[in-house]
């Protein structure tokens, strides 16, 4: 059962019966001009993904909350963000909403901007050392707040013996409430997807010293 419990399958399923549980499903995404090759992992990854969490569902019980990173509304409005941000991790979280889990706001709208506006600064390239350092520090203290508010929407919002989904980018530094126990879905094809990812950097390292 290693395959479908991705990297929990060590404890017996029975030891996480009770208390607040939260799936955390590192989150991917594809753009535009995305390489075929690419779209085929990712397609599988997010199969992967949906069977994963079905399987922990029956194990563990009903999810009853779904939380996505860069929304910040609940219900339907939250549906149709999601829906036009992603619309592969929309469409397994339909699937638990139709069966009666409810979409919460996750993000705090001013700090989520707030911390895009300082990431697009960083990525023009500024030219004046200072001017940079400044930009750097408040790029760094606006993603501590927005850490902090993800952690406070949870910790508020999942309800005792309760089960959630969490879709964020695997590279997040949100400390989670102690008394959550989180479940770390990774599957296979997640795998495959970093090895093509380091493959096509290095090959694109290659091209540009030659």
Same mark, same amino acid.
């Given at each position: 059962?290693?395959?479908?419990?991705?990297?929990?399958?060590?404890?017996?399923?029975?030891?996480?019966?009770?208390?607040?549980?939260?799936?955390?499903?590192?989150?991917?995404?594809?753009?535009?001009?995305?390489?075929?090759?690419?779209?085929?992992?990712?397609?599988?990854?997010?199969?992967?993904?949906? #069977?994963? $969490?079905?399987?922990?569902?029956?194990?563990? %019980?009903?999810?009853?909350?779904?939380?996505?990173?860069? *929304?910040? !509304? =609940?219900?339907?409005?939250?549906?149709?963000?999601?829906?036009?941000?992603?619309?592969?991790?929309?469409?397994?979280?339909?699937?638990?909403?139709?069966?009666?889990?409810?979409?919460?706001?996750?993000?705090?709208?001013?700090?989520?901007?707030?911390?895009?506006?300082?990431? #697009?600064? $960083?990525?023009?390239?500024?030219?004046?050392? %200072?001017?940079?350092?400044?930009?750097?520090?408040?790029? *760094?203290? !606006? =993603?501590?707040?927005?850490?902090?508010?993800?952690?406070?929407?949870?910790?508020?919002?999942?309800?005792?013996?309760?089960?959630?989904?969490?879709?964020?980018?695997?590279?997040?530094?949100?400390?989670?409430?102690?008394?959550?126990?989180?479940?770390?879905?990774?599957?296979?094809?997640?795998?495959?997807?970093?090895?093509?990812?380091?493959?096509?950097?290095?090959?694109?390292?290659?091209?540009?010293?030659?």
């Amino acid at each position: 059962m290693a395959e479908e419990l991705g990297k929990i399958e060590k404890p017996a399923v029975d030891s996480f019966k009770k208390g607040r549980k939260l799936f955390f499903v590192p989150i991917l995404y594809s753009g535009e001009g995305t390489p075929e090759e690419y779209i085929k992992l990712l397609n599988k990854y997010w199969q992967q993904v949906g #069977r994963q $969490l079905d399987d922990l569902s029956l194990k563990l %019980g009903t999810v009853n909350r779904i939380f996505h990173e860069m *929304i910040d !509304a =609940g219900g339907e409005q939250g549906m149709s963000a999601i829906k036009e941000l992603n619309e592969r991790s929309f469409n397994i979280i339909k699937s638990f909403i139709d069966k009666q889990a409810s979409m919460e706001a996750l993000e705090d709208s001013g700090l989520l901007t707030e911390y895009m506006d300082w990431s #697009r600064c $960083l990525m023009i390239g500024l030219q004046n050392p %200072g001017v940079n350092s400044k930009v750097y520090e408040s790029y *760094i203290e !606006a =993603g501590k707040k927005r850490n902090e508010e993800i952690n406070k929407k949870i910790d508020e919002t999942l309800k005792e013996n309760e089960i959630g989904i969490l879709m964020m980018r695997e590279n997040h530094q949100v400390q989670f409430p102690a008394d959550i126990q989180v479940f770390y879905v990774s599957p296979p094809a997640l795998d495959e997807v970093k090895r093509w990812s380091r493959e096509q950097e290095i090959k694109s390292s290659k091209e540009e010293t030659s």
